[in-house]
């Protein structure tokens, strides 16, 4: 945290600010990439969604109040440029938004970049029938290492839904998973 | 029953994440995978293009096509069109023009016509009633003297003659 309040100092100063973002995509490039892929499924809308984050991060830098925490901007930042590339993709395919889900699994096995296993088509099948909420909750707390509170700030959903959403889900794929 | 082997590692699956790296994580449960050195070379496209959008900001531009200035040229060449094509009717519509106020000039009524005028015109009506009463009859009167004159020259004339004739006859018979 305060390693983040750090970096935004140092990228609000014209002088630094090159240097200190070439820093904060070290730091978030990895995690922000798996956060967007995990939405918009195929690796090359990830790398696309990836670099206009970026971008809007550094245009938009000067603009941060800290109100929220840097992760917390950022992660929100992703979010809605994925749901923006999606909903542009849906526009050119003629599909509407909630077809999407039934197409999701289509789309991540055909991806160049998914080589799983039984076991592993198998975990993103059980995840894939969660609702978008809970799927996005489980997602962030077990493969992104968010904790609850940074979940709660960037969807905006109390932390003891949050927690209840979570170990329901965990309940439901270690069942599911010995089947 | 010896429990299945498969069971044992589905069994395990989960409980074994955490504390990876995130790719690891997604590799290892997810299948999902990335180019090899696509971080490097995604923070390398990421960096360059925010440079190019940071030159593309810098760049000089031509001091009159900047948006700011283009615009305000504009907006102000309308603001002073529109002036001058209000005022004009302003002008027209409120104030007698010069051909009016020779007009009124001209007239016997001075006085009367002078309540007519603004007082901003009450100087150039003043100066053409000026001309008008005093350069121009005295004009007038130099041309009637000068009538005057050809006319006693033509009485003169006619008197001479008369006188002449009467006399002369006289002052010969006589």
Redesign the interface.
């Known amino acids: 945290m305060n390693k983040d309040i750090e970096l935004v100092s140092k990228l609000k100063n014209p002088a630094l600010k090159d240097i200190a973002f070439s820093e904060l995509v070290d730091v978030y490039q990895e995690r922000l990439y798996w956060h967007i892929r995990k939405i918009v499924i195929t690796h090359e809308n990830a790398d696309d969604v990836l670099q206009n984050t970026f971008i809007r991060v550094y245009k938009s830098m000067t603009g941060f109040q800290s109100k929220s925490s840097l992760h917390t901007w950022m992660y929100r930042i992703a979010y809605n440029e994925s749901i923006r590339l999606l909903e542009n993709n849906n526009k050119k395919a003629h599909h509407a938004l909630a077809e999407v889900p039934e197409r999701y699994l289509e789309m991540l096995f055909e991806d160049a970049y998914f080589d799983g296993n039984d076991l592993q088509k198998k975990l993103q099948k059980i995840i894939s029938e969660f609702p978008k909420k809970q799927q996005g909750i489980f997602q962030m707390k077990y493969f992104d290492d968010l904790s609850f509170r940074q979940i709660s700030d960037i969807l905006k959903i109390a932390e003891s839904t949050l927690k209840s959403s979570y170990y329901s889900a965990v309940k439901i794929i270690e069942e599911k998973i010995l089947q | 029953m010896e429990k299945s082997t498969e069971?044992n590692?589905?069994?395990r699956?989960?409980k074994e994440?955490?504390?990876h790296?995130?790719?690891q994580?997604?590799g290892d449960?997810?299948?999902?995978?990335?180019?090899e050195g696509?971080?490097t070379q995604?923070?390398i496209?990421?960096?360059e293009?925010?440079?190019h959008?940071s030159q593309e900001k810098k760049k000089p531009k031509i001091f009159w096509m900047q948006p700011a200035i283009r615009y305000g040229v504009a907006a102000s060449l309308v603001f002073a069109l529109s002036i001058t094509l209000w005022l004009e009717k302003v002008n027209n519509s409120d104030r007698i023009d010069k051909n009016a106020l020779e007009l009124l000039s001209f007239s016997d009524d001075v006085l009367v016509n002078s309540l007519f005028i603004d007082e901003a015109d009450l100087d150039d009506f003043t100066k053409r009633t000026l001309i008008n009463e005093v350069v121009l009859q005295a004009e007038l009167s130099e041309q009637h003297l000068e009538d005057i004159l050809i006319n006693s020259l033509f009485i003169e004339d006619s008197l001479l003659d008369s006188y002449t004739s009467d006399r002369l006859l006289e002052t010969i018979i006589l």
């Open positions: 069971n590692e589905n069994d699956f989960l994440g955490g504390n790296r995130p790719s994580m997604h449960f997810l299948g999902t995978t990335v180019p696509y971080f995604s923070k496209s990421i960096l293009k925010v440079k959008q």
